[in-house]
T-cell receptor, first 117, second 114 residues
């Protein structure tokens, strides 16, 4: 069972361009989370999605950022009109839906490192 | 709202000595507590978790952590440190069961010196 996959691993954009980050959860996982890690800081929650639904986007900036997790294909984190402050590592995690739903561990991908010039 | 504090940015320990990485938390209700490790330019790897039961939790690579409810702490420990343990360690909490997001501490950089 392959782990959580993210691509690209490294992404360089100029100010004003768009960044699209992809996350393929582990097989059988229907819950996806996006976190952002700024240099020398911990991970900050951005958004939590299930298939075709955004469950919690309380950590997402109100403008320029959007996320989706379509019925088919990977989850996408999209950043429009990037600025230098968007430079960070973006991590995706996935978890399964277990019977009873008592606890679902999150498995992390290797991250995408976005650099905005 | 839940929060996690890792009071030490950096911990240095000699190889073979015991190590402790500190973590305290704040959460309403029963906490679910986690430790993750991050190697340079890599994602997070799960080390161990506390959900319920015994306060001493054993995890991967010889690490363990002790849940202390009265002190709201969940310190990570290892009896004998290895140089290969050098990495960034994150403590995290979630407030209840299910699929709620994790709240992370800022991380503690562990350096094990040969």
């Amino acid at each position: 069972n392959a782990g959580v996959m993210q691509n690209p691993r490294h992404l360089v954009r100029r100010r004003g361009q768009e960044a699209r980050l992809r996350c393929s959860p582990m097989k059988g996982h229907s819950h996806v989370y996006w976190y952002r890690q700024l240099p020398e800081e911990g991970l900050k929650f951005m958004v939590y999605l299930q298939k075709e639904n955004i469950i919690d986007e309380s950590g997402m900036p109100k403008e320029r950022f959007s996320a989706e997790f379509p019925k088919e294909g990977p989850s996408i984190l999209r950043i429009q009109q990037v600025v230098r402050g968007d430079s960070a590592a973006y991590f995706c995690a996935s978890s399964p839906t277990l019977a009873g739903g008592t606890y679902n561990e999150q498995f992390f991908g290797p991250g995408t490192r976005l650099t905005v010039l | 709202a839940q929060s996690v504090a890792q009071p030490e940015d950096q911990v240095n320990v000699a190889e073979g000595n015991p190590l402790t990485v500190k973590c305290t938390y704040s959460v309403s209700g029963n906490p679910y507590l986690f430790w993750y490790v991050q190697y340079p330019n890599r994602g997070l790897q799960f080390l161990l978790k506390y959900i319920t039961g015994d306060n001493l939790v054993k995890g991967s690579y010889g690490f363990e952590a002790e849940f202390n409810k009265s002190q709201t702490s969940f310190h990570l420990k290892k009896p004998s440190a290895l140089v290969s343990d050098s990495a960034l360690y994150f403590c995290a909490v979630r407030r209840n069961s299910g699929n709620t997001p994790l709240v992370f501490g800022k991380g503690t950089r562990l350096s094990v010196i040969a």
